[in-house]
Nanobody
Framework: VQLQASGGGSVQPGGSLRLSCAVS????????MGWYRQAPGKQRELVAA???????NYADSVKGRFTISRDNAKNTVYLQMNSLKPEDTAVYYC????????WGQGTQVTVSS
């Protein structure tokens, strides 16, 4: 199983980015997918998650600005990030939860003027 994340980059405050994470390989079932982030000197933290049933969960710091979604046919999870702030700067990792945990390679998001 491999996770390929893409869509990171550099934007100004107030800008938007859309992250994608495509899952490939043999998967029996997916329980949940999500996004975590890790800023320099800080612990990795949950940003957003979505279950197989479509329930979502967000960190308080991103509620109302970020939206997680899934395309089950493509085994892809997305993170639409709007109204980005400098404090959103981090490496973003996607996570796949089956009977195991699989991490993507991380994609850098930098928010700076």
């Amino acid at each position: 199983v491999q996770l390929q994340a893409s869509g990171g980059g550099s934007v100004q405050p107030g800008g938007s980015l859309r992250l994608s994470c495509a899952v490939s390989g043999s998967i029996f079932s997916i329980n949940a997918m999500g996004w975590y982030r890790q800023a320099p000197g800080k612990q990795r933290e949950l940003v957003a998650a979505i279950t197989n049933g479509g329930s979502t969960n967000y960190a308080d710091s991103v509620k109302g600005r970020f939206t997680i979604s899934r395309d089950n046919a493509k085994n892809t999870v997305y993170l639409q990030m709007n109204s980005l702030k400098p404090e959103d700067t981090a490496v973003y990792y996607c996570l796949l939860v089956t009977t195991r945990y699989y991490w993507g390679q991380g994609t850098q998001v930098t928010v700076s003027s």
